[in-house]
């Protein structure tokens, strides 16, 4: 039976493309002592001369045996196989790939199939979460094989499965670029509209929008009135110039809060007044034809991270938000 290396003496100017067994030190007399190359390094051209000046004329070298690839060449192609739009990868090191975001977007990341590689003994994908905000130049992912040598079987496995997915129009691993929304903003509540108190949700939901890369374009004040919230959202959709209405305040349950009846009165497809998730649990999702209509709570000023950060980075990457979109939120909710 054939082991899948064997070791053996060659010249180093024959050893390029080959595998070094084990470290190779380098002493500098009062300058330097360590590891010159490590276990596992695959030899360059450019190697020789630091090779040649640890006198090392010969050298041991690890000889792969057909069906086996050294780390490096695992991790690369099934980092290859996999990557999806606006994903670049990173040069092998140490066994490992780095798959990067090219941009910044919405990170779409397939739980299913990375289940299924990581389920293959040895091979190791690990990646964040999907729906995670990402900026250019961010890891999202990185391939790994345990072993120094691993069966190439493996790897072509995830090769093949990656393809068929693919031809499917599955996505395993990319980035959605966020698109430039023109956001409507509408301020509910008697006690900002007549002054009595400024208003503090503007300025945070033009923060959260504004480093997605939209823009709220215009604000509306109303009091708690529903004829007058349903005119202002009526107002964007006829007017148009909108890609996304948003309304503050006024979401609880409470007898005189009057944005989630406005926003049905104005005739809004409901997907949810409610979600999972805590804090933000109170938010509606909506929409008026193709513009989605947002309703956030209170909690939306003050706490950092709510329901409205966990779907408007989707909606701004031009996705459909769905009932069962809104029912996974429970899952990883309490925040």
């Known amino acids: ?32 002592k360590g590891r010159l190359f490590r276990k596992g390094h695959q030899i360059q051209e450019s190697d020789i001369p630091a090779l040649l000046s ?3 004329e010969h050298i041991y070298v690890m000889e792969l045996q057909p069906g086996y690839l050294h780390e490096d060449e695992a991790a690369l192609r099934m980092a290859e196989a996999i990557r999806g739009a606006n994903v670049v990868l990173t040069e092998p090191n140490e066994g490992k790939v780095n798959l990067k975001s090219a941009i910044q977007g919405l990170a779409k990341l397939n739980k299913a199939f990375i289940d299924s590689v990581n389920a293959v003994d040895q091979l190791v994908l690990s990646t964040i979460t999907t729906n995670s905000v990402v ?7 990185a391939t790994r094989v345990i072993p120094l040598i691993v069966e190439e079987a493996k790897v072509v496995g995830v090769e093949l499965q990656a393809r068929e997915l693919q031809q499917e129009q599955v996505s395993l691993i990319e980035v959605k670029p966020f698109r430039k929304l023109r956001v409507g903003l509408i301020t509910t509540g008697s006690e900002v509209f007549k ?3 400024q208003d503090k949700f503007g300025p945070v939901v033009r923060a959260k929008v504004a480093a997605l890369g939209s823009e709220v374009i215009d604000q509306h004040l109303a009091p708690d009135d529903s004829e007058m919230i349903v005119h202002h959202i009526r107002a964007y959709v006829e007017e148009g110039g909108v890609d996304l209405i948003l309304l503050t305040g006024g979401m609880s349950v409470d007898p005189d809060d009057r944005t989630p009846g406005a926003i049905r009165q104005a005739g809004a497809r409901i997907i949810s007044y409610g979600t999972p998730m805590l804090p933000g649990s109170m938010l509606m999702m909506a929409y008026l034809g193709d513009i989605p209509v947002m309703g956030l ?21 031009g996705e459909i938000i769905t009932r069962e979109d809104i029912t996974n939120m429970g899952y990883g909710g309490l925040t």
């Not at 709570?297 to 990457?317: E, K």
Request: hydrophobic share 40%; proline share 8%.
């Open 195 to 197: 002054g009595r108190i």
């Open 54 to 56: 640890i006198g090392k």
């Open 1 to 32: 039976m054939k082991h899948e290396t064997m070791l053996r003496e060659v010249k180093v100017e024959d050893a390029v493309g080959m595998i070094l067994p084990h470290d190779l030190t380098q002493i500098l007399p009062g300058e330097f």
């Open 135 to 141: 900026q250019a130049g961010q890891s999202i992912a």
């Open 297 to 317: 709570p209170g909690c939306v000023m003050h706490d950092p991270y709510t329901s409205f950060d966990v779907l408007l980075p989707r909606v701004c990457a």
